[in-house]
T-cell receptor
Framework: DAGVIQSPRHEVTEMGQEVTLRCKPISGHNSLFWYRQTMMRGLELLIYFNNNVPIDDSGMPEDRFSAKMPNASFSTLKIQPSEPRDSAVYFC????????????FGSGTRLTVV | AQKVTQAQTEISVVEKEDVTLDCVYETRDTTYYLFWYKQPPSGELVFLIRRNSFDEQNEISGRYSWNFQKSTSSFNFTITASQVVDSAVYFCALGIHNTDKLIFGTGTRLQVFP
């Protein structure tokens, strides 16, 4: 299996632009998680899906952030409009059994908003 | 409240030294799970181990060993005969039964010098 695939690996964008991060989970995994990692806050859970349904989005920082999972093999995290404070590494992770068997993380997307 | 504390921000050792990374957790739940993840300089998050709250047996995997003690709410990680390739940030995480969330500690950066 190729693991969790995230794209792009790096994204540099100007403030105010829309940013879309993409994730392909491991085939057969039924839970998908979006995390954000910053020096100040560490690893924060933004949102997670189970069987393509958003279960908890309480970690999404603002309405500028939205996430979708249209099918079992694809998810997006969108920021519109982006701001410099959104600069971070965004990780996607997937798991079987609602995450408690251990997540498999993607390589992350390093987002820089200038 | 659930919380994970990794009091050691950074540890530096010389190759072949043994090193222990501390992890203290807080939860009122009786069923929970503890994890360790490794984040090497390349940035990906690598799953190392998962333990459930009913299994206090210590575990050894090669040079890695884990000491789970419910009495002190600790789940410490020891690397024996450290190597330069062990240099990374190590995260301890707590998962609560019947939720999908993993609560991460702030991580411990381990530097192993030759």
């Amino acid at each position: 299996d190729a693991g969790v695939i995230q794209s792009p690996r790096h994204e540099v964008t100007e403030m105010g632009q829309e940013v879309t991060l993409r994730c392909k989970p491991i085939s057969g995994h039924n839970s998908l998680f979006w995390y954000r990692q910053t020096m100040m806050r560490g690893l924060e859970l933004l949102i997670y899906f189970n069987n393509n349904v958003p279960i908890d989005d309480s970690g999404m920082p603002e309405d500028r952030f939205s996430a979708k999972m249209p099918n079992a093999s694809f998810s997006t995290l969108k920021i519109q409009p982006s701001e410099p404070r959104d600069s971070a590494v965004y990780f996607c992770a997937s798991s079987l059994d609602r995450g408690l068997q251990g997540y498999t993380f993607g390589s992350g997307t390093r987002l820089t908003v200038v | 409240a659930q919380k994970v504390t990794q009091a050691q921000t950074e540890i530096s050792v010389v190759e072949k030294e043994d090193v222990t990374l501390d992890c203290v957790y807080e939860t009122r739940d009786t069923t929970y799970y503890l994890f360790w993840y490794k984040q090497p300089p390349s940035g990906e998050l690598v799953f190392l181990i998962r333990r459930n709250s009913f299994d206090e047996q210590n575990e050894i995997s090669g040079r890695y060993s884990w000491n789970f003690q419910k009495s002190t709410s600790s789940f410490n990680f020891t690397i024996t005969a450290s190597q330069v390739v062990d240099s990374a940030v190590y995260f301890c995480a707590l998962g609560i039964h019947n939720t999908d969330k993993l609560i991460f500690g702030t991580g411990t950066r381990l530097q192993v010098f030759p």
